[in-house]
């Protein structure tokens, strides 16, 4: 079982920075993939960035956000990090921490067995 709280959201404008945190609990964190989703109003959730436990914590993006956002994680602290640069309004979103068990990463939401509650980001133009 892994318990996931984000934070880190909030208001910002188009070309600012936001790091969005996700704290995992459970001890089994480590061998979890680990992803980021979000969702606009009347939009579906949509992937929006993934981590592997394993294969040297190979990385996935949307197209949307890559070049833009990054993802990291910190197992020593059972830490999750989305770092979101050059932000635009079409960014905004809650976004979502999500765990994967089989650890490879996958950016199908279904694939991931838990959830946080999600973090508000709006980006004004």
């Known amino acids: 079982q892994v318990q996931l709280v984000e934070s880190g959201g909030g208001l910002a404008q188009a070309g600012d920075s936001l790091r969005l945190s996700c704290a995992a609990s459970?001890?089994?964190?480590?061998?979890?993939?680990m992803g980021w989703f979000r969702q606009a109003p009347e939009k579906e959730r949509e992937f929006v960035a993934a981590?592997?436990?394993?294969?040297?914590?190979?990385?996935y993006y949307a197209d949307s956000v890559k070049g833009r956002f990054t993802i990291s994680r910190d197992n020593a602290k059972n830490m999750v990090y989305l770092q979101m640069n050059s932000l635009k309004p079409e960014d905004t979103a809650v976004y979502y921490c999500?765990?994967?068990?089989?650890?490879?990463?996958?950016?199908?939401?279904?694939?991931?067995?838990?959830w946080g509650q999600g973090t508000q980001v709006t980006v004004s133009s």
């Open positions: 999500a765990a994967e068990t089989s650890g490879l990463g996958s950016k199908r939401s279904y694939e991931y067995a838990y």
């Open positions: 981590i592997s436990w394993s294969g040297g914590y190979s990385t």
């Open positions: 459970g001890h089994t964190f480590s061998s979890y993939a």
